[in-house]
Every structure is written in structure tokens, then in C-alpha cells.
């Protein structure tokens, strides 16, 4: 299992700056964690579960990111409008993987971890940005109060 707390991402997918606060630092301790799982359904429904996560402003959040589907997937967390402007750069450059402190690429049976530091309250998106899994459903949203 991978930790993500630092980087710079793959040419095209810069994240210099991130609008959902900032990388957690792993010595420190985390307020809770969070286990998210992605999969697909019967129905061709793609999806993470939970789907809604509530933090509070300054929190440090560990997410254990696994997935259980039968094919790659993502879990990239930003804004909406963010999120929005690089699924469009996904549709261009599908190949490109993610690990990024932000966001990582799975294939399947495979986890990772992400500690987060929700800096400013509002609400977010975590988003598998691969070529329709979002049309799909797979995304979610986390509340930062």
C-alpha cells in the first residue's frame, strides 16, 4: 500500500496549488480515518462507498483508498470546477496515471493511502476522472465545516 503526502504529477496534470486544503504530514496525527472503496455494480454502475464524507475545517484525514472493481480506477479529490477541467484533460490523455498527493490510480485489488489536511471549509468532490466513471457515478462529495 502507497502513501501519498507530496508531488508534482505527470506533465499535463500539475497540482501546484490545491483549492481542498493541503497534503496531510504522516508524523503527525490524523483526526480519523476514512476507508473509501471503488467498485462497479451489476447494473454497470460505477461508485464509491461512502459517497458523502463531513470533515471539519483543519481536520488531518487518512483516506484508505481500495479498489475492489474489476477494473482501474481513481480517486482524485478537488473542487468541482477542478475536477470538471481535468476529466477534460483525462479525455485527451487517458493513459496518464495518478499519484499525486491529491489523487491516486488503482488497478483492481490494489489500496493506497492519502493523508489530507482539510485547510478552508466547503464542499468538494472526489471524482474517478478516467473516461466515463464519472458519467458513470463515480464520484462523491466531502463537506468541510
Not at 49 to 62: A, C, F, L, N, Y
Not at 131 to 142: A, D, L
Request: net charge negative; aromatic share 6%.
Amino acid at each position: 500500500m502507497g502513501m501519498a503526502v507530496a508531488g508534482t504529477g505527470d506533465a499535463g496534470h500539475s497540482h501546484s496549488s490545491f483549492a481542498a486544503g493541503e497534503p496531510g504530514n504522516p508524523k503527525r496525527p490524523v483526526a480519523r480515518t476514512v476507508e473509501v472503496t471503488m467498485r462497479e455494480t451489476d447494473d454497470a454502475k460505477m461508485l464509491f462507498v461512502p459517497d458523502r464524507v463531513t470533515v471539519k475545517s483543519g481536520e488531518q484525514v487518512k483516506f484508505i483508498i481500495r479498489n475492489v472493481g474489476e477494473v482501474e480506477h481513481e480517486f482524485m479529490l478537488d473542487t468541482m470546477a477542478n475536477n470538471a477541467k481535468h476529466k477534460v484533460q483525462m479525455e485527451k490523455n487517458s493513459d496518464k496515471g495518478h499519484d499525486d498527493p491529491n489523487g491516486r490510480r488503482l488497478s483492481p485489488d490494489n489500496s493506497a493511502e492519502i493523508v489530507w489536511r482539510f485547510t478552508k471549509p466547503g464542499t468538494f468532490e472526489f471524482a474517478c476522472l478516467i473516461p466515463g466513471h464519472y458519467e458513470s457515478g463515480m464520484k462523491g462529495v466531502i463537506v468541510v465545516e
